[in-house]
């Protein structure tokens, strides 16, 4: 069974400072994405990393995919009180077809 | 363009009960799916389908069943509740299963008595 563990669960922190989200697994992926989630509401994707090694930026964020695709990292500069939500990883298996989803990262950024 | 639609918003079933929750998207996308998610367990396949007629199991299948008769809904059908399915239901639907955005619709929230 595949699985991707996210740390830390819940990172409370004041505005203007960075965090980092890590995501890993014992497992190569395909591809791995990083949604945001708001209370209420489906995920929304925020961006996907395909090659071992990748790093996309996306104005203050920063994704990282391990060069053997087993590990991912989001980095964000100068947090904001509008980056608040949950961020989850999310891997595609080498077969394709099924996404298996981190169990998450509640953020909380304080004005 | 209305995206993934959830009906209904919110559910509260008797144990044994059953009922279909249901889910649309007018993308012209060939893969839907069913997510549960759990507090501290993030989201966990269901069922998911390549297209119309083709479905399978994801994850966690058992006490749930599928079909996909057309392109735009997939319905999700709970046969006899149990309370470990109180959750929050998510579909997802995207172009592909690979290497592709999936877009989700807004919930379900399910409570089972």
């Known amino acids: 069974t595949q699985l991707l563990e996210q740390s830390p669960q819940f990172l409370s922190i004041q505005e203007g400072e960075n965090l980092t989200v890590y995501c890993n697994s014992s497992?190569?992926?395909?591809?791995l994405q990083w949604y945001r989630q708001e209370p209420g509401e489906g995920p929304v994707l925020l961006v996907t990393?395909?090659?071992?090694?990748e790093v996309k930026k996306l104005k203050r964020l920063t994704f990282q995919f391990g060069d053997a695709r087993k590990d991912s990292s989001l980095h964000i500069t100068a947090a904001q009180p509008g980056d608040t939500g949950l961020y989850l990883c999310?891997?595609?298996?080498?077969?394709?077809?099924?996404?298996?989803f981190g169990a998450g990262t509640r953020l909380f950024v304080k004005a | 363009n209305a995206g993934v639609t959830q009906t209904p918003k919110f559910q509260v079933l008797k144990t044994g009960q059953s009922m279909t929750l249901q889910c649309a998207q007018d993308?012209?996308?060939?893969?839907m799916s069913w997510y549960r998610q759990d507090p501290g367990m993030g989201l966990r396949l269901i069922h998911y389908?390549?297209?119309?007629?083709?479905?399978d199991q994801g994850e966690v299948p058992n006490g749930y069943n599928v079909s996909r008769s057309t392109t735009e809904d997939f319905p999700l059908r709970l046969l006899s509740a149990a309370p470990s399915q109180t959750s929050v239901y998510f579909c997802?639907?995207?172009?592909?299963?690979?290497?592709?955005?999936?877009?989700f619709g807004p919930g379900t929230r399910l409570t089972v008595l």
């Open positions: 997802a639907s995207s172009y592909s299963a690979w290497v592709d955005t999936q877009y």
């Open positions: 497992s190569v992926f395909s591809s």
């Open positions: 990393v395909v090659t071992g090694g």
């Open positions: 999310a891997g595609l298996n080498t077969g394709g077809f099924k996404t298996i």
């Open positions: 993308m012209n996308h060939e893969y």
């Open positions: 389908s390549v297209g119309a007629g083709i479905t």
